[in-house]
C-alpha cells in the first residue's frame, strides 16, 4: 500500500550510479556525509571497467567515511548494462520512506536531504525534482551546458519528462506500482518511459529550481561533443521504442509527419534561451552540430560512440 503523507518523514536513501569516474564518485559522497542532515543508506550501483588499486583505495575511503557516520553503505558492483539498467538496481535496494538519486558528478548542498524531508512533509508529494548548478562556472564548456537547463530553470511545477540526475521519490509509491526505467534505453532517453508511468497516477510531482545540487558538467571539447552526440542517437533510438511500443501500422505520410513533429520537439529541447555573450555562440553551434550528427548516426544505426 503506498503510504501518503499522513506522518513526517526522517529519512532519505541516496542512490549513485556511477562508472568510472572514481574522484567524482568520492566527492559526491563527501558531500552527502556533510549535509546537515545524512542520509541513512547511500547505495552506489558500479559498473566501472578499470578496477585498479586506486580506485579500491577510492572505495575504502568511502567505506570508512560511511561507517565513521554510521551510514549504511550498500555498493553493488555490475557489468555495464546501461543507464537504467543501473538505475533499476538502485530502486530496488532502496528500503527508506524517501530515495533520491544523484548523479556520480554531482556534489549536494549542505541542507540538500534537509530541504528534500522539507518539501514532502510540506506537501502531499510523491515526486520531488530540482536543477543543477555547474560546479565550475567559469569553464566555458561548463557554461554552454548550462544553457540547456535555462528552459527547465524558466519552469515551476510539474514536468512532463523527470529529470532523475536530482530527484527525489517516495519509495512505497515506486515499489508498489513497479515503477521501472526502460531498460533498452542504455545511455540515455531513460527518463521518458519512467515519467509516463508516474505521471500515469496523476499524483503530486513537483520541480523546483530551490532544490539544486552543483554540477561537474563537462569540461572539454571532447566529452561535450560526446555527450551531445549521444543525446542525438539516443532520441532516434526513444523513438523507434515508440514505433514499436505502439504495435501500430504506420504509412508513410503518418511516419513522416510523426517524424516531422519529433524534430520539432527535440529541437525545442536543446534550445537555448539566455546566451551569456557572443562568446558561446561557436559552442552552440558545436552542440547542435554533435546533436544532428548523432540523430543521424541514429537513423543510419550505427550506436558505437
Same mark, same amino acid.
Given at each position: 500500500?503506498?503510504?501518503?503523507?499522513?506522518?513526517?518523514?526522517?529519512?532519505?536513501?541516496?542512490?549513485?550510479?556511477?562508472?568510472?569516474?572514481?574522484?567524482?564518485?568520492?566527492?559526491?559522497?563527501?558531500?552527502?556525509?556533510?549535509?546537515?542532515?545524512?542520509?541513512?543508506?547511500?547505495?552506489?550501483?558500479?559498473?566501472?571497467?578499470?578496477?585498479?588499486?586506486?580506485?579500491?583505495?577510492?572505495?575504502?575511503?568511502?567505506?570508512?567515511?560511511?561507517?565513521?557516520?554510521?551510514?549504511?553503505?550498500?555498493?553493488?558492483?555490475?557489468?555495464?548494462?546501461?543507464?537504467?539498467?543501473?538505475?533499476?538496481?538502485?530502486?530496488?535496494?532502496?528500503?527508506?520512506?524517501?530515495?533520491?538519486?544523484?548523479?556520480?558528478?554531482?556534489?549536494?548542498?549542505?541542507?540538500?536531504?534537509?530541504?528534500?524531508?522539507?518539501?514532502?512533509?510540506?506537501?502531499?508529494?510523491?515526486?520531488?525534482?530540482?536543477?543543477?548548478?555547474?560546479?565550475?562556472?567559469?569553464?566555458?564548456?561548463?557554461?554552454?551546458?548550462?544553457?540547456?537547463?535555462?528552459?527547465?530553470?524558466? #519552469?515551476?511545477?510539474?514536468?512532463?519528462?523527470?529529470?532523475?540526475?536530482?530527484?527525489?521519490?517516495?519509495?512505497?509509491?515506486?515499489?508498489?506500482?513497479?515503477?521501472?526505467?526502460?531498460?533498452?534505453?542504455?545511455?540515455?532517453?531513460?527518463?521518458?518511459?519512467?515519467?509516463?508511468?508516474?505521471?500515469?497516477?496523476?499524483?503530486?510531482? #513537483?520541480?523546483?529550481?530551490?532544490?539544486?545540487?552543483?554540477?561537474?558538467?563537462?569540461?572539454?571539447?571532447?566529452?561535450?561533443?560526446?555527450?551531445?552526440?549521444?543525446?542525438?542517437?539516443?532520441?532516434?533510438?526513444?523513438?523507434? #521504442?515508440?514505433?514499436?511500443?505502439?504495435?501500430?501500422?504506420?504509412?508513410?505520410?503518418?511516419?513522416?509527419?510523426?517524424?516531422?513533429?519529433?524534430?520539432?520537439?527535440?529541437?525545442?529541447?536543446?534550445?537555448?534561451?539566455?546566451?551569456?555573450?557572443?562568446? #558561446?555562440?561557436?559552442?552552440?553551434?558545436?552542440?547542435?552540430?554533435?546533436?544532428?550528427?548523432?540523430?543521424?548516426?541514429?537513423?543510419?544505426?550505427?550506436?558505437?560512440?
Amino acid at each position: 500500500m503506498t503510504k501518503m503523507n499522513k506522518k513526517a518523514f526522517s529519512a532519505v536513501d541516496v542512490v549513485i550510479v556511477t562508472r568510472n569516474r572514481p574522484r567524482k564518485l568520492l566527492n559526491c559522497v563527501r558531500s552527502l556525509i556533510s549535509n546537515s542532515i545524512i542520509p541513512k543508506r547511500i547505495v552506489i550501483i558500479d559498473s566501472s571497467s578499470i578496477k585498479d588499486n586506486q580506485y579500491q583505495a577510492i572505495l575504502a575511503r568511502i567505506r570508512t567515511y560511511c561507517h565513521q557516520k554510521k551510514i549504511s553503505l550498500v555498493y553493488k558492483s555490475t557489468n555495464d548494462k546501461g543507464i537504467a539498467f543501473a538505475r533499476n538496481l538502485g530502486i530496488g535496494e532502496a528500503k527508506s520512506e524517501l530515495f533520491a538519486f544523484i548523479d556520480d558528478d554531482e556534489e549536494a548542498p549542505i541542507n540538500w536531504i534537509e530541504s528534500i524531508l522539507s518539501q514532502f512533509n510540506k506537501e502531499n508529494l510523491v515526486v520531488l525534482c530540482g536543477t543543477n548548478i555547474p560546479k565550475y562556472p567559469n569553464n566555458y564548456w561548463n557554461k554552454i551546458w548550462k544553457t540547456v537547463m535555462n528552459k527547465m530553470d524558466n #519552469l515551476e511545477g510539474v514536468p512532463s519528462v523527470i529529470p532523475t540526475s536530482n530527484s527525489s521519490y517516495l519509495t512505497s509509491f515506486i515499489h508498489d506500482n513497479k515503477i521501472l526505467f526502460d531498460e533498452r534505453m542504455k545511455r540515455n532517453g531513460e527518463e521518458e518511459k519512467f515519467s509516463e508511468q508516474i505521471h500515469y497516477y496523476k499524483k503530486k510531482v #513537483l520541480y523546483t529550481k530551490k532544490l539544486f545540487v552543483y554540477h561537474d558538467f563537462r569540461l572539454s571539447f571532447a566529452e561535450f561533443f560526446i555527450q551531445w552526440f549521444s543525446y542525438g542517437q539516443g532520441c532516434v533510438f526513444r523513438y523507434k #521504442l515508440n514505433l514499436k511500443d505502439s504495435k501500430k501500422n504506420y504509412g508513410l505520410l503518418q511516419l513522416s509527419n510523426n517524424l516531422l513533429q519529433f524534430i520539432r520537439d527535440t529541437n525545442q529541447r536543446i534550445e537555448s534561451t539566455d546566451i551569456e555573450s557572443s562568446l #558561446l555562440y561557436p559552442g552552440i553551434f558545436i552542440k547542435f552540430s554533435a546533436f544532428w550528427l548523432g540523430f543521424l548516426a541514429g537513423i543510419l544505426g550505427i550506436w558505437t560512440l
